[in-house]
């Protein structure tokens, strides 16, 4: 008995390595390309075209950022994505947790329908859609603005089947209805009752929207006509307009930081994030 408890031990010990192995490979494989990102940001043009390549910079420098600084409009292309991601995050937010509310709260006459065509819509390729609504920005005037690359993204479908099928496993009806006894108004809670409940919830809704927004680049592609206007994806995207002279390590140094508010805030907001996934079971 005391044999077979130590052999169970022993295959438990193995299984642990092992597990930490396959991790640690995994986990090279997925910061290899950042790694090499930021080195090559680091390196001198010449660097680039040795036939040797390196891991490490002969020469580090700083030379790369000062030009994308000075020679591109970087601060304005990070403005412009700061502005649009945040701008879609808090509508967003808004848009599809009211809808999540009212689909998981309220019933009402064609509601499995309207549910599920909103539901439906998520297979609609995008690309189906972009001429439609191109057609309906023009008509209003939104093309090359703010609004134009605000709107697409806070619209979300999936966040509000996020949010309605975490309100329904989250909220209770009997807090519902005492709320009501007690004379809070519907948007009462919402906003009082609701929402702080369903807070994990909002955290992954706002990361993924935020995200979305971030390194959006086809629709902005569309719908932006200046220079004064283009996100950062679209920016970087303008210097390889000259194939036979690229800069290589700007590019870099354009990547990494464009990357880098995305890190911090997952970091960051890691916790939030995984509450958020696992803090409720999900209600057909």
């Given at each position: ?249 700007m590019l870099m140094a354009g990547a990494f930081l464009s990357t880098l508010p995305i ?10 994030f995984i509450a958020g996934l696992t803090g409720g079971a999900l209600k057909a």
């Amino acid at each position: 008995m005391a044999s077979m408890t130590v052999r169970k031990r022993i295959r438990e010990s193995y299984l642990k390595v092992f597990l930490h192995v396959l991790m640690l490979v995994g986990a090279v494989i997925v910061l290899l390309p950042f790694y090499w990102m930021i080195v090559s940001s680091l390196k001198d043009m010449g660097e680039f075209f040795s036939p040797k390549p390196s891991l490490f910079p002969d020469k580090a420098t700083v030379a790369n950022y000062v030009k994308l600084f000075r020679e591109t409009q970087f601060v304005r292309w990070l403005f412009n994505s700061g502005m649009v991601s945040v701008l879609s995050l808090v509508l967003g937010l808004v848009i599809c947790s009211l809808a999540g509310f009212g689909f998981a709260v309220y019933d009402f006459k064609g509601k499995a329908i309207l549910f599920w065509t909103v539901l439906v819509s998520v297979a609609i390729p995008e690309i189906v859609t972009i001429i439609p609504v191109f057609r309906l920005m023009v008509f209003t005037r939104m093309v090359d603005t703010y609004s134009s690359l605000v709107l697409p993204y806070s619209m979300n479908v999936f966040g509000i089947f996020l949010m309605k099928q975490y309100i329904a496993s989250t909220l209770p009806k009997e807090l519902l209805e005492a709320a009501r006894i007690d004379g809070c108004s519907e948007f009462g809670i919402y906003l009082r009752i609701a929402m702080p409940l369903v807070r994990p919830g909002l955290g992954v809704l706002g990361i993924y929207l935020w995200l979305n927004s971030w390194s959006g680049y086809f629709w902005p592609l569309i719908m932006v006509k200046s220079r004064e206007m283009m996100t950062l994806p679209l920016g970087l995207a303008t210097l390889y307009a000259d194939p036979w002279n690229l800069q290589y390590g700007m590019l870099m140094a354009g990547a990494f930081l464009s990357t880098l508010p995305i890190v911090i805030i997952f970091l960051t907001a890691q916790r939030q994030f995984i509450a958020g996934l696992t803090g409720g079971a999900l209600k057909a």
